[in-house]
């Protein structure tokens, strides 16, 4: 199979769909790999490394998208990319196409066959292809909040750990998924005073099994509206770690709970990609970062990983690649016929939605993915 690469455009994204080793392995399978130049530059990947993995590079994003059967990225197509995009092609990038009407909309109109990271399933349970990327983004919320804390940021003024007869700061995890976990593991091994709130008790005694084999503590609750407006009255710094696969994220945060937070407090929406847990979110990136509302700062970055593309490229491709060499060898069809993980993967193909949770958030009819495949469309 032919596999594309495109150079990513999102602000500040840094990261490559495929790294160098992803695409040996691939040359090896004895498929032709070709990549835009400078697509690995942001992750310290020379077009020379491609080239010596058996890629070709091509000058041009159009070049890339006309010629390629499969093509790989990171983040979801941009209005130029998807353009580019065609009848019988197939795309596999994350999507995110719950909050993203007009995404969906020339994706269906499009006729490619898009296939989301994140609805990706496993067998045992869980997201496999987000959770490399929850996991640095989780990590990576703790720096950022400990960075806009700091008054010439425009916080206030608080370091994480406190100082000798001066209190931590606490900080309020919404979520103990994979985001939640990562945050909190950071907080607490920073010596931030950490609460972790979920619906899910299960989730809960995960948590606190895994910050205890490392000798640290987290208070956690069950929430509920009320308990979540106490924490807010009390906290320096709040996580959006909350996830529902596919579908809009829940709404923890009203705009009217801001007035009990103290001003210069940091609110970090990880959930931002699927529309957001906190009212008064909306997208950022690495380039303008942060905005009030309120006297609260907020941070809505939608591809924070992209700032650590080095970690994050490489995380990322050890959970795809198992998956793109499916796609790639025995072609899209078969692949998800035969992997029910990877179907679920399926969110739109040959104009039809495939994504019951996109369909609701959107208000789109949707078709069942095997129904989809087995048309024969």
């Known amino acids: 199979m032919l596999i594309g690469v495109p150079r990513e455009i999102k602000t500040h994204e840094y990261r490559a769909g495929l790294t160098p080793e992803s695409v040996k392995v691939l040359a090896g399978d004895g498929h032709r790999i070709i990549v835009e130049a400078g697509a690995g530059a942001g992750m310290g990947a020379s077009d020379d490394d491609y080239r010596l993995a058996g890629a070709e590079i091509l000058a041009a994003a159009a070049d890339v998208f006309a010629r390629s059967e499969l093509v790989v990225k990171v983040k979801e197509p941009l209005a130029p990319e998807r353009a580019m995009l065609r009848k019988g092609q197939v795309l596999f990038t994350y999507l995110h196409l719950a909050p993203d009407a007009a995404q969906l909309r020339e994706l269906l109109a499009s006729g490619v066959t898009a296939i989301a990271y994140e609805t990706v399933t496993a067998e045992k349970g869980g997201l496999p292809l987000l959770a490399p990327m929850s996991e640095v983004a989780g990590r990576m919320s703790i720096q950022v909040a400990a960075h806009f804390l700091e008054r010439p940021s425009g916080g206030r003024g608080v370091l994480l750990p406190g100082a000798r007869g001066v209190a931590v700061a606490r900080v309020l995890v919404l979520g103990a ?201």
């Not at 995960?206 to 407006?229: F, I, K, S, Y």
């Not at 609110?267 to 690495?286: A, K, M, N, W, Y």
């Not at 995380?315 to 179907?343: I, M, S, W, Y």
């Open 177 to 377: 998924g994979v985001v939640g976990t990562s945050a909190a593991d950071v907080a607490a091994g920073m010596g931030a005073d950490v609460v972790v709130l979920s619906r899910s008790q299960a989730g809960l005694d995960r948590l606190n099994a895994q910050l205890a084999c490392r000798g640290m503590r987290a208070r956690t609750m069950l929430t509920d509206p009320e308990v979540v407006a106490r924490e807010l009255r009390q906290v320096d710094a709040v996580i959006g770690a909350a996830l529902v696969a596919g579908a809009l994220a829940p709404r923890l945060v009203t705009r009217a709970m801001l007035g009990l937070m103290r001003p210069g407090a940091v609110l970090v929406d990880v959930s931002i990609d699927q529309g957001g847990c906190f009212e008064t979110s909306r997208p950022t990136t690495h380039a303008d970062p942060v905005y009030i509302v309120d006297g609260i700062l907020h941070y809505c970055v939608a591809n924070m990983p992209g700032a650590v593309p080095r970690t994050s490229a490489y995380a990322l491709n050890g959970a795809t690649l198992p998956f793109v060499r499916k796609l790639a060898g025995q072609g899209f069809r078969a692949a998800l016929l035969a992997d029910e993980h990877l179907c679920k993967g399926l969110n739109v193909h040959a104009g039809q939605l495939t994504c019951r949770d996109v369909g609701e958030a959107q208000g789109v009819s949707w078709v069942d993915p095997l129904t989809a495949l087995e048309s024969g469309s």
